[in-house]
């Protein structure tokens, strides 16, 4: 039974992340070894896991509602971060594009509906509740930044375009959260489910991410460190007194590409006011070895950026340190040879 | 123990015997983690769990506090010292408005700074190195001034004032506080709020700070024009903005200011890149007052500490004093004063030019009789001792 005039069954292959789309699938009750005798789910399953071409056969719902909740429990259980962001990412960009066609009162129908975003439609304007556009919101982008919004009463005002990117983010947060619901659950699953899960890791694993653009523009770059990362580097090596953020980004980073906090410590030997105890102290509480047990990301390049310690010298698309880092490693790995050397370089 | 400490001591005490906690503000005592500073070793205790108010006031009273408080964030276990077993259950959100980060003109007629690795010595707020020795370390000496608070008070006003206008969040959902020292504490504690992640609380302290803010997102290119959303009518920050820069443009009176007045004013749509020219120019001019001055520290934090309503300000003897909007804005120092009763006599090593409308520049070495709050003060700053 569909609750509303809105959906239509196609809508629930479209969009199996609605509640509609869920009731479906249990009144089918089938278990999970059921499932996995269905030849044509399974198939699906992984080609709709592991392609961005990937046609949905709209005629067929069940086949299709089915494989996607399959490709869901595959990807928690292959228990590989980068296999699911990939798979969660995959899905999202799919549902953007089917949201991108739809008319103003379904999108918000499924904004609502299945994420629980607050949002009101006033004399033709969106606007959703800051705390669920806070939630969902791209990161490291200006155009995003609360403080360059109209905020009224509450409500930031959005295109329908900005909508759809909102729920496309809001659908990724489900997809990951659901994967770890699942992955950590206590369900026995059937002995049969283990190669399909390493077939969809190791596609998934050699599936083109989107950041590979980006990374082909960062090839040759010799340091992998970004600009503010290398100032911060000299400056520290000179001898100059870092103010606490500057300091906080340094350790930070550093302690994010794998340098233990001995290594991190040396970084601040040249400062005015060192004291190994409690640099050590700091640099220990960063790591997440000491106090809230938590790992400290340096900041983004937003954040830098206000705080003045971009040097306004990265390719455009870089909105976090970390970030750069990675792009520029993969692209040297991929031509051979980086990793140790590059950080005996940096000492 | 000294003999001004037994005194405070003495005197806190009574205070907590029949302080006024209330159940509404913090709400949810069991699931907060108390925490105090012990007035008579200033060793700290944390992880303290009350059920009830009388409970708490029971440990204040025998255990005196210099400083008392509490977390923004509830927990399964206030109690458990380890912060990954407490099992944080969400946190209020936290305004603190410190004039101690403000820049104010009258700090160079009341404060001092000693650095503390050469003793150079100055008036206003530390500097960032000395200028002596290049060090980085100072003692500051501040003290609490009308003036300083007035301009704590505005920015506090600032403050409740997007938070309706912008946030939705109505001054009847907001709790107010005098720190008992130089600032004031906005909270926020509605359901939506408290499970703001850390990463959403930093967007709303940029938001009210006006960091990352790009004045460029306020204009659409579409062919060759450019729209403008800077319209006086406007909501949030392009109405601030707005109102502000209309007030800067109608004294430049040049004729592509004449453009701009009435782009602002909503009568005309797009804006030549003249007017946006003359509105970056003016920017710089305008944002300190649309800016709100907050520690962003505070509001990010979801574990933050933060005084326990009506406790003591153990570095003045004042009250952390719960505030209405209204009493906010007629706000002075007077109502946060506990120690009426009558007076001391000590002997004055340091002071400020002026306290409590009582003016003590002339007095320092001297042995005089004080009002007891006055006193009292000075004994907490630990620039008075008692005299026979």
Partial sequence: ?????????????????????????????????????????????????????????LTDPDTELLSFYLSLVLAALTRDNVAIRRFADIESKRVSKFLQQEPLDKVVYIAKKAFNIDVKVVNGLIQVHFVHYLKYMPQGDLEWKLVNRVLHRGFVYLSLRELTRLIEEAYEKWILSKCSEIANSMIVFPEEITSLVDELRSKLRTVSSEVSVRRRRLEGVVDPYPPCIRKLIEEAKAGENLSHIARFTLASFLIHIGFSVDEVVKYFENLPDYDEKKTRYQVEHIAGLRGSRKKYLPPSCDYLRSVGLCPGECIKGIHHPLQYYRLATRSRASEGGVGSEQRAEAT | MSRELKLLKSLFSRYYRYAEFTTDFPRDLPRREIALQLLENEAMVRHLSFNSIEDLRKYVVKNVPSHLYYSTAYYENPGVDDMDQKGWLGAELVFDIDVDHIPTPCKEEHDRWICENCGEAGRGSKPEKC?????????????????????????????????????????????????????????????????????????????????????????????????????????????????????????????????????????????????IKLIEKLLPEVLPSIRCEIDEKVLIDTHRLIRFPNSLHGKTGLKVTPLTVSELERFSIEKAIVFRKGSLRVRLHDAPPKLFDMNLGNCVGRVLDLPMYVAIYLICRKVATLEE
């Fill in chain 1, 1 to 57: 039974m569909i609750s509303t005039h809105i959906i239509t069954i196609e809508d629930l292959v479209k969009y199996p992340f609605l509640p509609e789309a869920t009731e479906r699938i249990r009144r089918l009750n089938l278990s999970l070894r059921e499932v996995l005798s269905l030849r044509d789910v399974v198939e699906r399953a992984i080609k709709r896991a592991t392609s961005r071409n990937y046609t949905i056969d």
């Fill in chain 2, 131 to 275: 200028p002596k020795c290049g060090g980085s370390k100072f003692r500051q000496i501040s003290w609490i001034c009308d003036k300083c608070l007035e301009v704590a008070r505005e920015e506090a006003l600032k403050v409740i004032e997007v938070l309706d206008s912008d946030f939705g969040v109505s001054p009847h959902e907001v709790y107010i506080c005098f720190s008992g020292h130089r600032g004031f504490h906005i909270h926020v504690d509605t359901d939506v709020i408290r499970e703001l992640s850390q990463d959403a609380r930093r967007e709303i302290a940029d938001y009210m700070r006006l960091i990352g803010l790009r004045i460029d997102k306020f204009f659409t290119k579409r062919g060759k024009r450019t729209y403008s959303r800077l319209m006086i009518t406007s909501s949030g920050i392009p109405g601030r903005l707005a109102r502000s820069l209309y007030e800067k443009v109608i004294e430049v009176g040049t004729q592509v200011a004449r453009e701009v007045e009435l782009v602002l004013e909503g009568k005309k749509e797009t804006i030549s890149r003249k007017g």
